[in-house]
T-cell receptor
Framework: ETGVTQTPRHLVMGMTNKKSLKCEQH?????MYWYKQSAKKPLELMFV???????ENNSVPSRFSPECPNSSHLFLHLHTLQPEDSALYLC????????????????FGEGSRLTVL | GQNIDQPTEMTATEGAIVQINCTYQ??????LFWYQQHAGEAPTFLSY??LDGLEEKGRFSSFLSRSKGYSYLLLKELQMKDSASYLC??????????WGAGTKLIIKP
């Protein structure tokens, strides 16, 4: 139990579907992240939110749409995805390291395994 | 560009010692992390190095040389449960984490 909960754990969707991934952290952290993990590739940072404000969007296609209603919840809305989007999507949280005094250690959720048919 | 290199896969024997190397080239340095990830599970934090030298934590130790852009994770008295992927990540000057592709460690009896 890492204090970061992701749902659903597994998701299968067609290319025309709309679905959402949900993440909740109970650690009092002020930063939340979405990562994409594909086999044998480094973790790819998708989005970062600090204090609910999006501070990073690493050229992610618009078919992925993040939402951060408060500092404890993070969503990833999915629509018209492609088969190459099939991957493990990991949510993480941390204390923002840029202010000093924090290492920025990430706490990850268990991930949502997405398959796009 | 920024880059993290670590071996793709390593094999070791139960009870033995294994060293997983990580070399990096990044824009600035604000610390190096090692994470462990069992198949189908979340990555979990193992160690953090920001100064040169060795950090020991039970059976696991992590070493850093900033001048050489090099770190290693040392696992002693290997157990079957240590079979996992080990991820090296460096925080750059913008506090962004740069990740390696991970090293899959296979432990044999």
């Amino acid at each position: 139990e890492t204090g970061v909960t992701q749902t659903p754990r597994h998701l299968v969707m067609g290319m025309t579907n709309k679905k959402s991934l949900k993440c909740e952290q109970h650690l009092g952290h002020n930063a939340m992240y979405w990562y994409k993990q594909s086999a044998k590739k480094p973790l790819e940072l998708m989005f970062v939110y600090n204090f609910k404000e999006q501070t990073e969007n690493n050229s992610v296609p618009s078919r992925f749409s993040p939402e951060c209603p408060n500092s404890s919840h993070l969503f990833l809305h999915l629509h018209t995805l492609q088969p190459e989007d099939s991957a493990l999507y990991l949510c993480a949280s941390s204390q923002d390291p840029s202010g000093g005094g924090n290492t920025g250690e990430l706490f990850f959720g268990e991930g949502s395994r997405l398959t796009v048919l | 560009g920024q880059n993290i290199d670590q071996p793709t896969e390593m094999t070791a024997t139960e009870g033995a010692i294994v060293q997983i190397n990580c070399t990096y080239q990044t824009s600035g340095f604000n610390g190096l992390f090692w994470y462990q990830q069992h198949a189908g599970e979340a990555p979990t934090f193992l160690s953090y190095n920001v100064l040169d030298g060795l950090e020991e934590k039970g059976r696991f130790s992590s070493f850093l040389s900033r001048s050489k852009g090099y770190s290693y994770l040392l696992l002693k008295e290997l157990q079957m449960k240590d079979s996992a992927s080990y991820l090296c990540a460096v925080m750059d000057s913008n506090y962004q984490l740069i990740w390696g592709a991970g090293t899959k460690l296979i432990i044999k009896p």
